[in-house]
């Protein structure tokens, strides 16, 4: 049973460049969520999609988008990237049904914007 | 307001000791409560989920959930030099979106 997978591992980018991650989730789970982790931070709530379309999103501007696909994966992308955008990149995926329960994790994509 | 707080630590305890990990939460709506452990460079991993106010234990772990004092807590017993980690804290109130602490650095001293 694959976990979730996350594409590529890392990243390294210039700013004002735009980048695109890639997620699979947990076989069977429906919603895919982004979190993005600075060093020493807990990770900050991007946004969440279900049945293709953004159900919730956090504190983030528009620069960040993404897109859901019928087979449930999903995409982050940054645009007009910033220095601040240097991160790892978690995308987790749960299921609908029981979006309360634990979160599965994927292993993350480090950015570097230089 | 942070949303969820932590001490940040670092937390040491002597191999074999209890290590008491401590979360307070702002959002008397939240119903969901976990703890991660992330080790350095990876990914974060569930150790726990509590739902309700008590105790739950699963192995050498304990949470412990006071919705009253909005206070959540994560016991290790028997510590051991692998349970050194960061451990983060989440809360959920409507399963869209968990909001994490900064979480707690542990080392466990052989």
């Known amino acids: 049973d694959a976990g979730v997978t996350q594409s590529p591992t890392h990243l390294i980018k210039t700013r004002g460049q735009q980048v695109t991650l890639r997620c699979s989730p947990k076989?069977?789970?429906?919603?895919v969520s982004w979190y993005q982790q600075a060093l020493g931070q807990g990770p900050q709530f991007i946004f969440q999609?279900?049945?293709?379309?953004?159900?919730q999103r956090g504190n983030f501007p528009d620069r960040f988008s993404g897109h859901q696909f019928p087979n449930y994966s999903s995409e982050l992308n940054v645009n007009a990237l910033l220095l601040g955008d240097s991160a790892l990149y978690l995308c987790?995926?749960?299921?609908?049904?029981?979006?309360?329960?634990?979160?599965?994790f994927g292993s993350g994509t480090q950015l570097s914007v230089l | 307001q942070k949303e969820v707080e932590q001490n940040s630590g670092p937390l040491s305890v002597p191999e074999g000791a209890i290590a008491s990990l401590n979360c307070t939460y702002s959002?008397?709506?939240?119903?969901?409560f976990f703890w991660y452990r992330q080790y350095s460079g990876k990914s974060p991993e569930l150790i726990m989920s509590?739902?309700?106010?008590g105790d739950k234990e699963d192995g050498r772990f304990t949470a412990q959930l006071n919705k009253a004092s909005q206070y959540v807590s994560l016991l290790i017993r028997d510590s051991q030099p692998s349970d050194s980690a960061t451990y983060l804290c989440?809360?959920?109130?409507?399963?869209?979106?968990?909001?994490f602490g900064t979480g707690t650095s542990l080392t466990v001293i052989p």
């Open positions: 989440a809360v959920s109130n409507t399963g869209n979106q968990f909001y």
């Open positions: 959002d008397r709506g939240s119903q969901s």
């Open positions: 076989s069977g789970h429906d919603t």
């Open positions: 509590i739902y309700s106010n």
């Open positions: 999609y279900y049945e293709e379309e953004e159900r």
């Open positions: 987790a995926s749960s299921l609908e049904w029981a979006r309360n329960e634990k979160l599965f």
